[in-house]
């Protein structure tokens, strides 16, 4: 099945600098690619999407484009905030689109800011 | 509107012991699953129901997890004779339909075996 690899954290970066975590994916296919976020004390809250090939995903300053030559779906934000202090999750549908597309979800990234 | 939400949001009991942990999800999804999150780790899934069935119950560990969807709304995790192993966050999600639909997560149960 489905599969996503998920840089290992944690990354602590300070303020206003560039944020890059690496996820890169094996799929039967080209499946919807997703991020996800956890807040501290919060559920996870989608943060961006991309459908097919070469879409850009942007959602609250963060980035990620589907790349299929180079199977990632990397995160990115120019300026990170302390407020983005969380756990980002890479994930993609574990099956087909007519399976019911269970998740499947990196390990996830803990990102904490410091002012 | 409305979210996912999830009761209780901690639940603590003994081994060996019986629990049921509640899922409502957002009105009119149609589609519901269930996640297990242990610490330092991503969700992993363990059960999706379409309407009232379970259309995949592939990610549950064992036949001590059960879990059932009678009227297509809210969903009840069953887990019987409890282990230190279970000890874990329960994730409920649901989405408008199934395929490749954002899916809408509720804040959790945290289950603690003692």
């Known amino acids: 099945g489905n599969s996503v690899t998920q840089m290992e954290g944690p990354v602590t970066l300070s303020e206003e600098a560039f944020l890059t975590i690496n996820c890169t994916y094996t799929?039967?296919?080209?499946?919807?690619l997703f991020w996800y976020v956890q807040y501290p004390g919060e559920g996870l809250q989608l943060l961006l999407k991309?459908?097919?090939?070469?879409d850009k995903g942007s959602n609250k300053g963060f980035e990620a484009t589907y790349r299929k030559e180079t199977t990632s779906f990397h995160l990115e934000k120019g300026s990170v905030q302390v407020s983005d202090s969380a756990v980002y999750f890479c994930a993609l549908p574990a099956g087909t689109e007519t399976s019911g597309s269970r998740l499947t979800f990196g390990e996830g990234t803990q990102l904490t800011v410091n002012p | 509107g409305a979210g996912v939400s999830q009761t209780p949001s901690n639940k603590v009991t003994e081994k060996g012991k019986y629990v049921e942990l509640r899922c409502d999800p957002i009105s009119g999804h149609t589609a519901l699953y269930w996640y297990r999150q242990s610490l330092g780790q991503g969700p992993e899934f363990l059960i999706y129901f379409q309407g009232t069935g379970a259309a995949d119950d592939s990610g549950l560990p064992n036949d001590r997890f059960f879990a059932v969807r009678p009227e297509g709304s809210v969903s009840t995790l069953k887990i019987q004779r409890t282990e230190r192993g279970d000890s874990a966050v329960y994730l409920c999600?649901?989405?408008?339909?199934?395929?490749?639909?954002?899916?809408?997560f509720g804040p959790g149960t945290r289950l603690t075996v003692l």
């Open positions: 991309a459908t097919k090939a070469d």
């Open positions: 999600a649901s989405s408008l339909t199934s395929g490749y639909n954002e899916q809408f």
């Open positions: 799929a039967t296919g080209y499946p919807s």
